[in-house]
């Protein structure tokens, strides 16, 4: 009996992030930079890493600001504040060609982890699930699917509600196939996953340039 009410404890103090800022931050990192940097952009030659925070950036009105872009709050250890977001430079020589960064999800069985390849201009150039829990991990992970989200930007995610996991019928979004219906819990995480990375990339790298106005 006590070692129960000790395990609930615990889990309680892991879900209230505030109660421990050192558990706050969880952050999302590539496995192997190195290896996955080359793999992820070909062409590239290296890359410098920038970590960022919404803390350190902007604060709360930042933090209100993403959330309202998002249509959604942040909530859980993934999404506090004080998350240090990891993103690559690319580098071709001297010269920066793109970026990669990723973010962290809450899936239907487990944490979700997205990243988007961009280039300067802050299109899609590939998609990469680096951790997925889920029965249809194996239909989330093909290339059929990853490739759907090529060529998108975040001016294209502006009216996917990822509350809801509706758009415009017109939406390029809304060409997103979903491999695994019986999975849609998952399917709508990974799109809030990737509309989020945008945000946060606009934010942090791109200077608001899809911020309409809000």
């Known amino acids: 009996m006590k070692q129960g009410i000790i395990f609930l404890l615990f889990c309680l103090f892991l879900a209230d992030p505030a109660t ?103 299109i899609i150039k590939s998609f990469y699930l680096q951790k997925l829990t889920s029965r249809a991990a194996t239909q ?6 990853g490739k759907q989200f090529e060529g998108l930007s975040l001016a294209d995610f502006d009216a996917y509600d990822v509350v809801t996991g509706k758009t415009t019928a017109t939406g390029r979004v809304n060409r997103i196939n979903n491999p695994a219906p019986e999975a849609a819990d998952d399917f709508r995480a990974v799109l809030r996953a990737a509309k989020k990375n945008l945000i946060l990339m606009d934010e942090f790298v791109y200077g608001n340039r899809f911020l309409n106005n809000i």
């Open 20 to 122: 421990h800022p050192a558990l706050a931050a969880v952050g999302c990192d590539l496995n192997d930079p190195d290896r996955d940097v080359k793999r992820l952009f070909p062409g590239s030659t290296g890359y410098k890493t920038h970590y960022m925070s919404i803390d350190k950036q902007g604060g709360d009105p930042q933090l209100r600001r993403i959330e309202q872009r998002l249509g959604d709050s942040f909530q859980g250890l993934y999404e506090t504040v004080d998350v240090p977001y990891t993103i690559y430079e690319i580098l071709n020589g001297a010269e920066k060609i793109g970026y990669i960064h990723g973010v962290n999800q809450k899936g239907h069985y487990g944490g979700i982890q997205v990243f988007l390849v961009l280039d300067l201009d802050g």
């Open 140 to 145: 989330f992970r093909s290339a059929e699917f």
